[in-house]
Each structure stands twice: as C-alpha cells, then as structure tokens.
Antibody
Framework: QVQLQESGPGLVKPSQTLSLTCTVS??????????WSWVRQLPGEALEWVAS???????YYTPSLESRLSISLDMARNQFSLRLTSVTAADTAVYFC???????????WGQGTLVTVSS | EIVMTQSPATLSVSPGERATLSCRAS??????LAWYQQKPGQAPRLLIY???TRATGIPARFSGSGSGTEFTLTISSLQSEDFAVYYC??????????FGGGTKVEI
C-alpha cells in the first residue's frame, strides 16, 4: 500500500521560502508509471494543482506560480520536495503530496500539512 | 485552462436516499474525469476515474457517468459515512489538472 507523508514548517514568514518534503513508502519514486505531485487547498477553497515531477527529472508547474516554484526528487531517500519562494499570505493553504498515475488522476495522497504565512 | 463547474454547491439528502452530483467542463475532456471524496481534516479519496471506473475498494453504490462536457456522480443509497465534499477533476489537459469547486453533501 502506497503511503505519502508531508513534512515541513507549519509557519513561514512573508517573503521567505516555503519548503516541504514528501516521504513515499510502498512505492518507488523511480517508477516510470507515476508522477509525483503537490496539490494545495486554500482556506475554504477547492483544490489547486501546484507542481509535478517525473522520475526522469522532468518538472511541471502551474503557470500562476511557476516563477516561484521548484520541485525536486531525492532518489536515495524516496522523497520529493517543493520550494515556493517569496511567499505571501495568499500562499497559506493545506499542501498535499500525491501520486499521479501516469499523467492522470491522483490515486494516493498524503494527509496534508497546513502552512500558514504570517509574521 | 479548463474550468470545471460543479452543481449544486450543497446537496441536502437523507440517509438511504439517492444523490446526484453534476460536473461540467468548459470544453470537451472526453472521459478523462475523476471524482474524489473529502471529509473534514482529511485528504481527498479517489472514487472514480475515467468518468465511470470505480477505484479499488470503492463501494458499488458510487457510480459515475458522462463524457465530453457533462458528468454525473451518483450515490445510490446514502450511508452516514458518505456525507462529505465531492470534487471532480479533469486530466484531459495534463499536467494542468483542474478541479471543480466541490459539492457538499449534507444531511
């Protein structure tokens, strides 16, 4: 059974960098069948795709955040990470990591982590 | 961007009744649609993919239909554990996946 677990600071100051890591168990991030993604949910809002990465290192970013985003893999630790620079209060959200099956739907999700941007 | 519109925003149903949720895409997405269930404080759970295929372990009371721009999620007989928010998501325009605004199913 695939399990994903987010980790990272729950509070980030405005203008600083948000950094999150997703640890995957029960599956390898080297798999050619999966993309590894971040999805966020703003308070009281719907879900928003943020970024995805493939085992080859190919990256994909949502256009509205692309200039501030970076997603990466750590094969040795079976983890992938997200960095979002120059955060503002508008980036306050629950951030989920998820497995995307072959460029389609998300079949496994982490429990989510609330990141609050505040001084 | 493909915009996904769900209706109604809130659906009030009694246990044992049938619930019908709608999702409309701003352009054709063929059958590349998924449905998720989300309960408070939890991650979304995949229910349906490819518009009508139930995910592993999903009860038969959940069914999906539609293609093109109009889709439906039906819960044939609501159980207490089914009261939640339901989201549709298109993946025709991968990687720019987009979600609907959600339908809250309440008692």
């Amino acid at each position: 059974q695939v399990q994903l677990q987010e980790s990272g600071p729950g509070l980030v100051k405005p203008s600083q960098t948000l950094s999150l890591t997703c640890t995957v168990s029960g599956a390898s991030i080297r798999s050619s069948e999966s993309y590894w993604s971040w999805v966020r949910q703003l308070p009281g809002e719907a879900l928003e795709w943020v970024a995805s990465i493939y085992y080859s290192g190919s990256t994909y970013y949502t256009p509205s955040l692309e200039s501030r985003l970076s997603i990466s893999l750590d094969m040795a630790r079976n983890q992938f990470s997200l960095r979002l620079t120059s955060v503002t209060a508008a980036d306050t959200a629950v951030y989920f990591c998820a497995r995307d099956r072959g460029g389609s739907y998300y079949d496994s999700w982490g429990q989510g982590t609330l990141v609050t941007v505040s001084s | 961007e493909i915009v996904m519109t769900q209706s109604p925003a809130t659906l009030s149903v009694s246990p044992g009744e049938r619930a019908t949720l709608s999702c409309r895409a701003s352009q054709s997405i063929n059958s590349l649609l998924a449905w998720y269930q989300q309960k408070p404080g939890q991650a979304p759970r995949l229910l349906i993919y490819d518009a009508s295929t139930r995910a592993t372990g999903i009860p038969a009371r959940f069914s999906g239909s539609g293609s093109g721009t109009e889709f439906t999620l039906t819960i044939s007989s609501l159980q207490s554990e089914d009261f939640a928010v339901y989201y549709c998501q298109q993946y025709n325009n991968w990687p720019r996946l987009t979600f609907g605004g959600g339908t809250k199913v309440e008692i």
